[in-house]
């Protein structure tokens, strides 16, 4: 499995708006192949800065999802920039395991 | 729900040992009253550096955990600060919502 951590920081107060946005984002994932996490979390230190951890069955999942978001209804990646004061920071990761991912026999 | 993001650097070339003991300390979360996530992933672009997602149901939870492993057989924190070449770096969350969490109903 893959997985990102993806630190977006908005604009000065804009962090809800920001979060409101990739809580929609996941809403739309939930179910969808190979999407095993799709977290969205506020820094508790920077109310502007939401982290999104995301794990993935590989990265021909990831990027499915990323060409279903473009053309669906609802967010896409343009809207979710809009809002950053900054590029995202990106740090790309081999998932080894661990607590909350599914178990080899398709089960939570 | 709170969540933290650790990442952890490892004495050159350690990574992957570091991990392995990270795995343990998840092994033995499997279960632990309020611990949602506890992922353990390598950092794709550095292998020494190893990264940790965790989800609790709250502050009190994570406490407890970190209680039972300090007395309990296994690797302990101890173990774990052993190997860096440098002080984990905490980032602290308020966790909003997502794929990968469990739902109201308790199921997942």
């Known amino acids: 499995m893959i997985g990102r951590l993806m630190a977006m920081t908005a604009h000065s107060g804009k ?6 946005v990739l809580l929609r984002v996941a809403e739309r994932l939930h179910g969808f192949p190979g999407c095993e996490i799709y977290l969205i979390s ?18 021909s999942s990831a990027q499915a999802a990323l060409a279903a978001s473009s053309s669906a209804d ?12 900054s590029p995202p920071h990106r740090t790309d990761l081999t998932v080894l395991g661990g607590v909350g991912l599914p178990t080899a026999d398709g089960q939570p």
């Open 15 to 20: 962090g809800s708006e920001l979060a409101a």
């Open 74 to 85: 609802g967010p896409n990646p343009a809207d979710v920039l809009a809002l950053l004061s």
């Open 42 to 59: 506020q820094d508790a230190a920077d109310p502007d800065t939401v982290h999104v951890t995301e794990v993935w069955q590989d990265e």
